[in-house]
């Protein structure tokens, strides 16, 4: 059974008298695990696919389920909720609090929904629990000598790890990427990648979707959705190629 599940959905934007479809009747299964590259020009629908996905936009119609969780139809406070506990987000600009540490970027993240402390869903809001997970998830991106730098002072390749360490000490069961890579070289980029591949995926259990324009950045996914003027062109699986193979 997919985790998430998405029918006929649609979402329309208005401007004036005037109304923009970005979505238009998409209809999707996603599996839990499956590494989703969501990939399309600009304008064609890709990031309102991610955002209604992580209960950051809702539809103007059509049905989105998350497990068993009714996200279409949920209030703004269930909302709320739903992206603190079932979902991470690492953008594109980083957005990440220019008077915060790095340390104090991920800790923030934790304070607002706790540590979880076992698989029965208790959490603890512990200050030294939330300090020590966050510390570990910043050396996992390769940040442990980082991590009383302010965002000024670190790289935009640093910047972004600390997105994705911020992202996923949630322990998210999805992760949804905004043109991760959009923003950096080549090289920084597919670091960035490298890092998401290694923490991310089947082996975490955890469904990821990074949107992209890049087309060389597919290969990556085990599976593609290519979007164009807000409908499915394209949805295939494949076998990954890894990030450090990715040339673009």
Request: with cysteine.
């Amino acid at each position: 059974m997919a985790l998430i599940t998405l029918k006929d959905v649609r979402k329309d934007y208005t401007l004036g008298e005037t109304t923009i479809p970005a979505l238009n009747g998409i209809n999707l299964g996603i599996d839990r695990g499956e590494l989703v590259v969501i990939f399309g020009p600009s304008g064609s629908g890709k990031t309102t696919l991610l955002n209604i996905i992580g209960g950051l936009d809702i539809p103007t119609s059509g049905k989105v389920t998350v497990g068993e969780i009714p996200v279409s139809t949920l209030s703004a406070k269930w909302l709320t909720t739903y992206r603190k506990k079932k979902v991470g987000v690492v953008f594109q600009f980083f957005n990440l609090i220019s008077r915060l540490t790095a340390l104090e970027n991920v800790e923030y993240a934790l304070e607002l929904i706790g540590v979880k402390t076992g698989s029965n869903g208790d959490v603890s809001f512990d200050s030294k629990m939330i300090r020590r997970k966050a510390i570990d998830y910043l050396a996992r991106v390769g940040l442990r000598d980082r991590i009383d730098h302010f965002p000024a002072q670190l790289s935009g390749g640093e910047q972004q790890r600390v997105a994705i360490a911020r992202a996923l000490a949630k322990e998210p069961e999805i992760l949804l990427a905004d043109e991760p890579t959009g923003n950096l070289d080549f090289k920084i980029g597919r670091q960035v990648l490298e890092i998401m591949e290694a923490m991310t995926g089947k082996e975490q259990n955890r469904t990821v979707f990074i949107v992209t324009h890049n087309e060389a950045i597919c290969p990556l996914g085990d599976r593609v959705i290519r979007l164009s003027d807000g409908i499915i062109a394209e949805d295939y699986t494949q076998t990954f190629t890894p990030a450090s193979e990715l040339y673009w």
